[in-house]
């Protein structure tokens, strides 16, 4: 049995109630005008159908697929004891090295310390089988949708990035977050902070490219009325900001997308530069909203 005895290819007539396009995904073949089942290939969920893409029950409390050419994604389990390790980082960081940390990339120890930062020895790295060129590292926690620690961020003194070994991406959840407030997006903790800095409620995704599916568990779980994504000014930022949008549409009524003025690189620099919560607020304004896709706004 192939997945096409099941399923039929969208068309112009019958578009894909996921992502709204009309080519590549699938539709139930018995209903495809009001599908009950779709797979597909942009926008992704926790059901992988082979190399057609990811399952989606359209109605509420469907049933999990039985089929056999549908599998679960098993989220990779971490290696390590990553909520210990991380508590263990946070401890090592010393008011005052927070303080140092936050005058360095002109954001407040505040937001720093509510992301949980840390510090790494690069003695101590070196037992996690991680490599440190320096005396250390800054350490940033990632986490699942769900809050739980996945893996760790760190940050060498001159700035370059990478992670704790045995870790998964995820990520960078300040505390004291208030959803009701609508949410902003951005890449990586420091650009978190400088967010929160200027009064947002924000959360980090490990890069441009990377933490779509998170967010849409974390949206699934908490609904926010509004969700802002901060792309940086390049054009991976912007591409990766547009295939997050396209898929956390599903999951939010209103998703934007905004840029820091044309000469500024990113969020950090953008505060650095002066501007205000107002400031992006009115970018924010004057964004686009994106539209509802079809499968919301044909359920009722
Ligand atoms: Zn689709």
Redesign the pocket.
Known sequence: MSILDKFSRVSRAYR?P??G?FD??LVSRANPQDPEE?I????ESDYRAGEAGWWHCIRPNTCPPCDPLIRVIQPRKPTRDFETIAAEFECAAADEMIVGLAESLSVSGEGLSRLHVGWASARRLERLDTRCHGRGCWSFPMRGADGAIVGIRLRSEDGFKYSVKGGANGLFIPSELRNEDGLLIAEGPTDTAALLDMGFSAIGRPSCQEGRKRIQQYLQRIPVPHAVILADNDGPGQQGAELLAGMIRLYCPDVRVISPPETIKDARAWKQSGATGDEVMQAVNMAEKLSLPIARSRRR
């Open positions: 894909c996921v992502c396009k590549w995904c779709v597909c290939a942009r926008v």
